[in-house]
């Protein structure tokens, strides 16, 4: 069996690093034979069906075990390794298991505390110290450190230095292949050194800094899968012997332990990064969103506002006509009055959006508003289409914007007289009901089960299936370009949804349109 230079081979329990250290397969060649092993077990499935009465008998999970090769049966199918070398690693994989099997109950709970730390807490700094104090006490070592590969030079730092000088040791670093340490993380292996000073590779210079004088080393390297990140070493047995076999085991384990909790702390930062990317992404295109939203809106406004246009003219024509009639000019004047406050009104929500506040609400008298809006669509509306208005006596309160429950309802209107070609009859109910949302049919968002009901009815061309699917997106319009943008349900859906009620059509070719909404009744 080859030994590494300066001492004796670190008992490892997996077959892959035992292989390596013994030099009888390349890093490279571990990590081909790892993805094939990861691919076999990827492709690897369970029977489909299975009997849901009992459990997968252990029988059945030994058998699908069992078939799963092993790294070391891979690596030899591979071409890597030969049989007699397999074999020998296996011998020296079950002599570990049995030393492990002598360590003492304080080695024991160390691993055991270890572990626990490692698998909870993400606090690297604390993790690495513990496993180093523990290193410490089990190997009755006088100082140890753990030293990171600094990538862009190979130098091994001291990151986790204990021991009386461990404040001269933090940040130094012992150059790429020198030293004892170098050897170990060039290749990869364990060695204990009874006698530094002896030994060749011997780095001196550390001795100075710290002006304590290293006598014996045990060393073992770090690596994260097959990748080497550092070294683990300890010095100077507090007996002043050497270290031994099990020494060796129980350092490999910590090493073990600390490559995991690097590991941990750096897929954690990965994620953290890929979070904080993500989120940071989720903002800019929330604000993307916002403007494009912005765009839409304010197109959606400007097709409102040219209904309120409109009626306002219509009122004014009907003024004219009725100079003689001073009542009837008064009333007209009024409801001119109140086109154009609801239309500042409206325009101002565009600056509220921009401003990405929330438009106000305020409790108020369904009834009220929607008998106000009903008046206003009246007038707009030529006399060729009846309007007929269904209200409860009292329909409830509502938590809402009374703009636009307004806006809401002349979009709804306007489109039904498009579809009836301004002939016909328009209804508008509204009622409270006591019910459930039918599942599928309106928005989940409504949970309360007190709502009122506002409908409104054409007797128009109706809308075919395909059509109601896409009646609520943004710029879908059945109408030719000059007389629709196809904004106006989309920005109907959005107020609803923002009042946390929901919206229905049901329509039938040539029979007319119903749009159904509910919304919260708070009392």
């Known amino acids: 069996?080859?030994?590494?230079?300066?001492?004796?081979?670190?008992?490892?329990?997996?077959?892959?690093?035992?292989?390596?250290?013994?030099?009888?397969?390349?890093?490279?060649?571990?990590?081909?034979?790892?993805?094939?092993?990861?691919?076999?077990?990827?492709?690897?499935?369970?029977?489909?069906?299975?009997?849901?009465?009992?459990?997968?008998?252990?029988?059945?999970?030994?058998?699908?075990?069992?078939?799963?090769p092993f790294l070391g049966q891979i690596l030899f199918e591979m071409g890597y390794i030969t049989q007699a070398q397999l074999d020998e690693a296996l011998a020296?994989?079950?002599?570990?298991?049995?030393?492990?099997?002598?360590?003492?109950?304080?080695?024991?709970?160390?691993?055991?505390?270890?572990?626990?730390?490692?698998?909870?807490s993400l606090n690297l700094v604390e993790v690495l110290s513990l496993i180093m104090k523990n290193a410490n006490k089990v190997t009755h070592s006088m100082a140890s450190t753990l030293m990171l590969v600094e990538e862009t030079t190979g130098d091994l730092v001291f990151s986790v230095p204990t021991g009386p000088t461990a404040d001269?040791?933090?940040?130094?670093?012992?150059?790429?292949?020198?030293?004892?340490?170098?050897?170990?993380?060039?290749?990869?292996?364990?060695?204990?050194?009874?006698?530094?000073?002896?030994?060749?590779?011997?780095?001196?210079?550390?001795d100075r800094i710290t002006g304590a004088e290293t006598k014996s080393i045990l060393a073992v390297p770090l690596k994260a899968k097959t990748k080497l990140i550092g070294v683990l070493e300890v010095i100077n047995k507090a007996?002043?012997?050497?270290?031994?076999?099990?020494?060796?085991?129980?350092?490999?384990?910590?090493a073990s332990q600390a490559a995991m909790a690097i590991e941990n702390a750096r897929l954690y930062g990965e994620l953290r990064e890929e979070y904080e990317k993500r989120s940071r992404m989720e903002r800019e295109l929330a604000e993307v969103e916002k403007f494009r939203a912005l765009g839409q809106l304010s197109s959606g406004i400007a097709h409102?506002?040219?209904?309120?246009?409109?009626?306002?003219?219509?009122?004014?024509?009907?003024?004219?006509?009725?100079?003689?009639?001073?009542?009837?000019?008064?009333?007209?004047?009024?409801?001119?009055?109140?086109?154009?406050?609801?239309?500042?009104?409206?325009?101002?929500?565009?600056?509220?959006?921009?401003?990405?506040?929330?438009e106000e609400k305020a409790e108020i008298p369904i009834n009220q508003v929607v008998l106000e809006a009903v008046q206003f669509i009246k007038a707009t509306l030529p006399s060729t289409i009846e309007v007929r208005l269904h209200l409860e006596s009292d329909?409830?309160?509502?938590?809402?914007?009374?703009?636009?429950?307004?806006?809401?309802?002349?979009?709804?209107?306007?489109?039904?007289?498009?579809?009836?070609k301004n002939k016909g009859i328009l209804e508008i109910s509204l009622a409270p009901v006591e019910m459930k949302p039918p599942e599928g049919t309106f928005s989940p968002d409504s949970r309360s089960v007190s709502f009122v009901k506002l409908s409104v009815t054409d007797n128009g061309c109706g809308m075919d299936d395909c059509t109601m699917k896409q009646v609520f997106e943004p710029y879908f319009t059945t109408k030719e370009k000059e007389f629709g943008t196809g904004l106006g349900l989309a920005v109907v859906h959005g107020i609803v949804k923002g009042h946390g009620g929901s919206i229905h059509v049901s329509s039938e070719p040539g029979k007319g349109t119903t749009f159904d909404i509910l919304l919260p009744r708070i009392r």
């Open 92 to 120: 020296i994989q079950d002599e570990t298991l049995e030393r492990f099997h002598t360590l003492t109950s304080t080695a024991l709970c160390s691993i055991l505390d270890i572990g626990a730390v490692v698998n909870s």
């Open 304 to 358: 409102d506002f040219n209904n309120f246009l409109g009626g306002i003219k219509a009122l004014a024509e009907i003024s004219i006509l009725h100079l003689d009639d001073p009542e009837r000019v008064k009333q007209s004047m009024e409801q001119i009055l109140q086109a154009s406050n609801r239309a500042r009104e409206l325009v101002s929500q565009i600056l509220v959006f921009s401003r990405q506040g929330n």
């Open 1 to 68: 069996m080859k030994q590494p230079n300066g001492g004796v081979m670190a008992l490892k329990k997996l077959i892959g690093e035992i292989l390596s250290d013994m030099g009888f397969v390349t890093p490279a060649e571990l990590e081909a034979a790892l993805q094939e092993q990861k691919k076999i077990s990827e492709t690897a499935v369970l029977p489909e069906r299975l009997d849901r009465a009992r459990l997968v008998s252990e029988a059945r999970l030994a058998k699908e075990a069992a078939s799963m």
């Open 239 to 254: 007996d002043g012997t050497s270290f031994t076999d099990d020494d060796a085991l129980l350092l490999s384990i910590f």
């Open 168 to 206: 001269l040791l933090v940040d130094n670093r012992i150059p790429r292949g020198k030293g004892i340490a170098g050897w170990v993380a060039a290749h990869q292996q364990t060695v204990v050194v009874p006698d530094a000073k002896q030994d060749p590779r011997f780095y001196s210079e550390i």
């Open 395 to 420: 329909a409830g309160v509502v938590l809402a914007n009374p703009t636009q429950i307004h806006q809401v309802l002349m979009n709804l209107c306007i489109n039904s007289s498009h579809a009836m």
